[in-house]
């Protein structure tokens, strides 16, 4: 384990792994989390799919095997903080306290290593629909569990036609006028939040597309998801923030991570 080649971050930020549903793609997840460290590590909720486990059971031995890697990283000192979405909403009840080194927090600021402070959070009170109509939001849930069911299926089949992965919710997703305005209106409306607050930017999860741009002097930062986008927000040793994809094997994809690590900090080898 310990002569693996890891890629060595100031902080990583992951949301939406969607453990306990067939769309979780915990494989690439496993993957990710092998070959990456960090100093810290963010769980920007929808850690854990609670509306689906309560519909259904489903448990993989992958789920297990990418909680047990988490609580690793954090015996190791990985300092781990879990930020709870809608999905996993049972475990705000449990705010501040720790959790096997694990810290459970509503919303946190970090403060990059070039002095910049973000909010960080899961997103939904933002979404107007889980807010105002709980109940339309699940209806949506379930087609969209539908939809991840034919993704997987898609994928499957292109798998043996040696194919590479690719998302069909996300591509219905940006086809769809009414979602690219909810979109638009999210980020437009959590940027705000972290101007109104005084901060340089905010990070954030929840509707599954990742994103890095600035929003009227705010810097919006989405980590994506591990369902449709496989992504992660990470936090090079300068400061910068960058989103990471990980939709190759780390083994496929391994000369492009060591080329931004090295433009980072040409002098220093991050990948060992």
């Excluded at 988490?70 to 449990?94: M, S, W, Y």
């Excluded at 006028?177 to 929840?206: P, W, Y």
Aim: proline share 1%; aromatic share 10%; hydrophobic share 40%.
């Amino acid at each position: 384990m310990g002569d693996e080649p890891r890629l060595k971050f100031r902080s990583i930020w992951i949301s939406d792994l969607h453990l306990g549903t067939a769309g979780c793609q915990a494989d690439y997840l496993l993957d990710f989390l092998k070959h990456t460290d960090a100093e810290h590590l963010y769980l920007v909720g929808d850690i854990i799919d609670g509306w689906a486990l309560k519909r259904s059971w489903y448990w993989h031995q992958r789920h297990n095997d990418v909680i047990q890697k988490i609580l690793r990283k954090a015996r190791k000192g990985c300092k781990v903080t879990f930020i709870p979405g809608n999905h996993d909403e049972a475990a705000r009840q449990f705010l501040g306290l720790m959790f096997g080194e694990i810290r459970i927090e509503d919303e946190i600021v970090h403060t990059t290593a070039d002095g910049r402070r973000f909010l960080v959070l899961h997103g939904d009170r933002f979404d107007g629909v889980v807010q105002c109509a709980k109940w339309l939001a699940v209806v949506g849930d379930r087609l969209y569990g539908i939809t991840l069911k034919l993704n997987q299926w898609f994928n499957q089949l292109r798998a043996r036609m040696g194919l590479g992965y690719w998302s069909l919710s996300q591509y219905l997703k940006h086809k769809v006028k009414s979602a690219v305005n909810f979109v638009s209106d999210f980020e437009e409306a959590v940027a705000a939040e972290a101007r109104q607050r005084g901060l340089d930017g905010v990070i954030c999860g929840h509707i599954h597309k990742a994103e890095l741009r600035e929003i009227d002097g705010i810097l919006y930062c989405n980590d994506g998801d591990w369902v449709e986008s496989l992504t992660a927000l990470v936090e090079l040793p300068s400061g910068e923030l960058r989103i990471l994809g990980w939709q190759k094997t780390f083994a496929e994809q391994q000369q492009e991570l060591q080329h931004l690590m090295m433009i980072d900090n040409p002098t220093k080898e991050y990948v060992q």
